[in-house]
């Protein structure tokens, strides 16, 4: 049995099939094809082509926070003069964002990007946990990909249908500690960019400390119901995020930020390395040019000197008429 096209979602699925056989292939080289690790990395390779595909958005999306930060004392500005006028204060907060091509929802874009992508990919493991073939997969591929289990558990295995399972006891378990490291990673992403790249006068800053915690508590009780194969395609996500994340933070930050301080505190010694350091000697060149070495020259001696005796002086024609006066 193969899948039903006739979905919007049809299109989707076929390239991320296409995408996991590609890898399985690939990683079926050095490893069994029907293990559930060979499947695991193919989820993983799928992660890593999703996320270069959407490195266009995510510098918009670095860009975009960028200029929210700018342009925040306008924000306030017009806020506060139009603060009895909702319909007016919304027409020139908009104009603002187009007048400086500042997008609010643009933090946002990556996970609305990858949304299809998480349908997708689910819809693929439903189809394979019920031996269905889906787009761009053969029957031997999909009875390899169904039978193959990761610590025992099949990839297909979620936390509210393990019962459907060879082993639910199992299922359970690793999706539990699937979800944990899902929510977690999702909590430090957000608890790193808060810290380190926000500036304390940011209005954000309390809109983002509310999707602080509520963005993981609500993977968290959506994550029951995924298959351990989304599990570990958002759990590699994010590390990938929080890796490019940190990359950002450290060599592009936000103005007034603690990042933006630690930058220029790391240029500043860097600067000052570079000023104070001595170049050693090389075999070319000595430590001390010929030029600037003062070398004292020894002094001709007159010949009573030499004799043993003073030189006088002589004498002037007023010390002359004074000795003879005496």
Known sequence: MTANPMTWLYPIEW????????FHVMFSAVLEPTAGLTWALS????????????????VKQIRSTRN????????QAIQKKYAGDR???????????????????SSCLPILAQSPIFLALFRVLSHIASQVTPPGFTAALT???????????????TFTHADRTPHPGPTQALTLVLIILMSATTFITQRQLIAKNVAADNPMVRQQKIMLYVF??????SGINFPIGVLLYWFTTNLWTMGQQFWVIRNSPQPDTPAHAAMLERKARKAGKGKFS??????????????????NQPKRSSREARRGGASK????????SNSNEE
Not at 68 to 75: E, S
Not at 143 to 157: E, I, M, Q, R
Not at 216 to 221: E, R, V
């Open 15 to 22: 390239v991320v099939s296409w995408i996991l056989r590609i």
């Open 43 to 58: 989820i993983a390779g799928l992660v890593v082509i999703i996320r270069i595909a959407l490195i266009p958005l995510f």
């Open 68 to 75: 929210m930060q700018l342009i925040q004392p306008q924000v």
């Open 87 to 105: 319909e007016r204060q919304s027409q020139e907060l908009m104009k603002l964002y187009k007048d400086t091509g500042t997008n609010p929802l």
């Open 143 to 157: 009875k390899s990909a169904h039978d193959a289990t990761l610590f025992g558990v099949p990839l297909y295995g």
């Open 216 to 221: 993981p508590i609500i993977f968290a009780i």
């Open 278 to 295: 001595v170049p050693g000697p090389t075999p070319e060149q000595p430590a001390v040019p010929e030029t600037q070495i003062v070398r």
């Open 313 to 320: 002086p002589k004498p002037t024609p007023e010390s002359g």
